[in-house]
């Protein structure tokens, strides 16, 4: 990410922020925003738009689990975590709930950057898959789409399927659509008709 970063830290304890935000500082010049509690994370995340999220907790709740989630629905960010503790449950929660980087008994101010670092090239390259996914699964709904639209106009009109896509591909060019676009309003239409 380009620029100063805007990093939003979530730390109920003091000293530990302090140490978050030091170690933060040696490498670069961030903006630092420090909450003492997570609640009202998903409010406060749209307030401030972060590129980054850090939470450390010495051993995080389920509440706080839940308020992550929910701000990860809204604010799609890149998130990382320090406990001090955790067991197999609370890993997995974290991790379903949006964390890119999850770390158990790891927080030292040398390792903050590193930790950042990885949790946003994690992010980034699940955002391109979760993109690349959701392109894929359009490509293929639209094909599916244009090929019932080619079968009910060889059956309506009794042509090939080369003709049935030169139609559609002409009726799309002369509207200023893409022939996706018509073959989901005949089969609408087909299927109003039924």
Do not use: C, H, W
């Not at 730390?11 to 040696?26: C, H, K, Q, V």
């Not at 990860?72 to 974290?94: E, H, I, L, W």
């Not at 699964?137 to 896509?165: P, V």
């Not at 659509?177 to 609408?188: G, Y």
Request: proline share 4%.
């Amino acid at each position: 990410m380009a620029g100063q970063l805007k990093i939003l830290v979530v730390e109920p304890d003091e000293a530990r922020a302090r140490m978050i935000i030091d170690g933060l500082a040696e490498t670069g010049d961030p903006e630092i925003t420090v909450l003492g509690s997570p609640t009202g994370l998903a409010r406060r995340m749209a307030q401030i738009e972060p590129d980054v999220v850090l939470i450390a907790m010495a051993d995080p709740s389920r509440d706080t689990l839940e308020a992550l989630s929910i701000a990860s629905g809204f604010n799609d960010r890149p998130v990382a975590m320090f406990v001090d503790r955790s067991d197999d449950s609370t890993t997995r929660a974290a991790i379903e709930a949006g964390v890119s980087a999850y770390v158990v008994d790891g927080l030292a101010k040398d390792r903050i950057q590193p930790v950042l670092d990885a949790a946003i090239a994690r992010f980034n390259m699940f955002k391109k898959l979760r993109n690349e996914l959701a392109a894929a699964k359009s490509a293929l709904a639209e094909r599916k789409t244009i090929e019932r639209a080619k079968g009910l106009l060889m059956t309506a009109k009794g042509i090939s399927e080369d003709e049935a896509y030169a139609m559609l591909r002409k009726t799309a060019m002369d509207q200023g659509r893409k022939v996706s676009e018509v073959a989901e309003a005949l089969v609408t239409a087909s299927d109003l008709l039924r």
